[in-house]
């Protein structure tokens, strides 16, 4: 059987100051950002929510994910899928910070 599950998740421009959130068992998702334009998204992983993140260097460009828009407007993107059996993800805005909600369908 399998589930959604949502997760609201505050994404900063620094590491440190961005939140984690789970995505064990997924088998895929989404990102909902709000209002954004000109955006990247760099993603981090970790087998902890409170140990050391890596950078996800196979995700997009270097680890990095651009959303594709150069007008303002609200924004559903694909987790990408390299990042299933991942356990706890972190992303770090380009643009400082915003609000994001993660959808994820689990198994």
């Known amino acids: 059987m399998t589930r959604s599950f949502a ?12 939140a984690a959130f789970s995505v064990t068992d997924m088998l ?14 760099t993603f981090y992983e970790c087998n ?10 196979d995700v997009g460009t270097s680890g990095v994910l651009t959303v594709p ?5 609200p924004q559903s993107i694909a987790l990408p899928s390299v990042l299933i059996g991942s356990r706890f993800l972190k ?13 994820t369908k689990t198994s």
């Open 7 to 18: 997760q609201t998740v505050a994404v900063n421009t620094a590491l440190s100051t961005t």
């Open 28 to 41: 895929y998702g989404r990102i909902l950002l709000p209002s954004v334009a000109n955006t990247s998204l």
């Open 48 to 57: 902890t929510i409170g140990g050391t993140y890596s950078l996800c260097s």
């Open 69 to 73: 828009t150069a007008a303002a407007a």
């Open 91 to 103: 992303m770090v805005a380009n643009v400082g910070a915003v609000t994001a909600t993660v959808v």
